[in-house]
């Protein structure tokens, strides 16, 4: 089965940067686009980043000149690096990847297991 593993979230002073990374394994045939969503208390899961597999990137509004999406397509493996963070920024942090698999076949979305990122003033 297809798994996405996250990890590197925690608890940063505002100003800090942290780096986000989720690597899918399994029987995987080919990766398309990975993106990362984050989730703050009491909002609606919002998108943040996406790269697709040519390494083409978007960005929200909200975190443009401060975050960087970024992949390893050797690893299957996608990174959300944060710089200058911000209270705002507090959130958990979900990382989605359009794959398909040897045993499907077929092109599906799946999700990381979530990690918190907290800054604090």
């Known amino acids: 089965q297809v798994q996405l593993v996250e990890s590197g979230g925690g608890l940063v002073q505002a100003g800090g940067s942290l780096r986000l990374s989720c690597a899918a394994s399994?029987?995987?045939?080919?990766?398309?686009?990975m993106d990362w969503y984050r989730q703050a208390p009491g909002k609606t899961r919002g998108l943040v980043a996406t790269i697709t597999s040519g390494g083409s990137t978007n960005y929200a509004d909200f975190v443009k000149g401060r975050f960087t999406i970024s992949r390893d397509n050797a690893k299957n493996t996608v990174y959300l690096q944060m710089n200058s963070l911000k209270p705002e920024d507090t959130a958990v942090y979900y990382c989605?990847?359009?794959?398909?698999?040897?045993?499907?076949?077929?092109?599906?979305?799946?999700w990381g297991q979530g990690t918190q990122v907290t800054v604090s003033s």
């Open positions: 989605n990847a359009n794959i398909q698999s040897r045993t499907t076949g077929i092109p599906l979305n799946y």
């Open positions: 399994g029987s995987i045939f080919k990766v398309n686009a």
